[in-house]
């Protein structure tokens, strides 16, 4: 069954403290990952996508590492600002012409001052 | 300038009731979808569709219909809603249905049935 789960299912940080978001995930064939950031009562936007041959990308404070061997990816968020407050969805896209995003129920990430 | 827009944010309505969200982007995409977020925070796709093609999830309901009056719209209509429909539905929007092509969601829509 294709899935992609996420953990810590929540978690709060000091401002300015670092932390690390991990997805695992089964989905097969895989295409490419995607870190979302969601916002209170917001759609997602995209951090970052990262393909097969990809093992680490960058976004400003946000770094996203990949390991298609495990099937694992870890989202750092380095330096957190209290606006990095949001929920965080791991997605991953299925190759094939219909090309299915696979998402996560997301990590809730609260950054207090 | 927003770049996918949906309306309404919030409806409330019946039972039975039959309704529908608009969703509208000004970035030139080929490519509209619709999803579907529940309780439980998991999206998940419902419609995909460009000029050439409509691709269904096969789990919707056909009391959920995807109409596009041109490349920069797709609305979501709803008939005989059910309290199951509750949940956010998201419209997103990408240039293409190609692989790394970039989705950019709107704001949501939150739809609760009575």
């Known amino acids: 069954k294709n899935q992609v789960e996420q953990s810590p299912q929540s978690l709060i940080i000091l401002e300015g403290k670092n932390c690390t978001l991990q997805?695992?995930?089964?989905?097969?064939?895989?295409?490419?990952l995607r870190w979302y950031k969601q916002d209170t009562g917001r759609g997602p936007v995209s951090l970052t996508i990262?393909?097969?041959?990809?093992n680490t990308k960058s976004n400003g404070r946000y770094t996203a590492t990949l390991d298609a061997d495990t099937k694992q990816s870890s989202l750092h968020i380095t330096a957190s600002q209290l606006s990095d407050s949001a929920s965080y969805i791991c997605?991953?896209?299925?190759?094939?012409?219909?090309?299915?995003?696979?998402f996560g129920k997301g990590t809730k990430l609260s950054v207090k001052p | 300038d927003t770049a996918v827009s949906q309306t309404p944010k919030y409806l409330v309505t019946q039972m039975g009731n039959d309704k529908s969200i608009k969703c509208e982007q000004n970035l030139g995409h080929d490519t509209m979808y619709w999803y579907k977020q529940d309780s439980k925070k998991f999206l998940k796709i419902m419609f995909s569709y460009n000029n050439k093609e409509l691709i269904i999830n096969e789990t919707v309901p056909n009391r959920f219909s995807p109409k596009s009056p041109d490349k920069a719209h797709l609305n979501l209509h709803i008939n005989s809603l059910e309290l199951g429909d509750s949940a956010v539905y998201f419209c997103?929007?990408?240039?293409?249905?190609?692989?790394?092509?970039?989705?950019?969601f709107g704001p949501g829509t939150r739809l609760t049935v009575t």
């Open positions: 997103a929007s990408s240039q293409d249905r190609v692989a790394y092509d970039e989705q950019y």
């Open positions: 990262m393909t097969f041959s990809e």
């Open positions: 997805c695992n995930y089964t989905v097969s064939p895989f295409s490419n």
């Open positions: 997605v991953v896209r299925m190759r094939g012409s219909q090309g299915n995003l696979i």
